[in-house]
Nanobody, 119 residues
Framework: QVQLVESGGGTVQAGGSLRLSCAAS????????MGWFRQAPGKEREVVST????????YYADSVKGRFTISRDNAKNTVYLQMNSLKPEDTAVYYC????????????WGQGTQVTVSS
């Protein structure tokens, strides 16, 4: 019962930055774990970062730790992914996902936004 819409993707040169946003509607946003996932051409979808409902606990894939920051604004029903020091290997479609606190899976997904990092 939640709908997700990503925005903020684009094309940047290596070393640049982008900020992705995911706007949520429907079920109470504060009851959802939120996550960012990505899928590069020819590769499996992988988790990039997750954040708990309160925003107090976060997880980052080793490949992005120190460069990416996830945050959420429950008043705005929005989760963000600040991406700094981007690398060509970060090129992928980035997806926002939500998991209700009583479930163990991310079963709500946005349509994705393309991030392209040039060499």
């Amino acid at each position: 019962q939640v709908q997700l819409v990503e925005s903020g993707g684009g094309t940047v040169q290596a070393g640049g930055s982008l900020r992705l946003s995911c706007a949520a509607s429907g079920r109470t946003f504060s009851n959802y774990h939120m996550g960012w996932f990505r899928q590069a051409p020819g590769k499996e979808r992988e988790v990039v970062s997750t954040i708990r409902p309160s925003g107090s606990m976060t997880y980052y894939a080793d490949s992005v730790k120190g460069r990416f920051t996830i945050s959420r604004d429950n008043a705005k029903n929005t989760v963000y992914l600040q991406m700094n020091s981007l690398k060509p290997e970060d090129t992928a479609v980035y997806y926002c996902a939500a998991a209700f606190v009583t479930t163990g899976s991310y079963n709500h997904w946005g349509q994705g936004t393309q991030v392209t990092v040039s060499s």
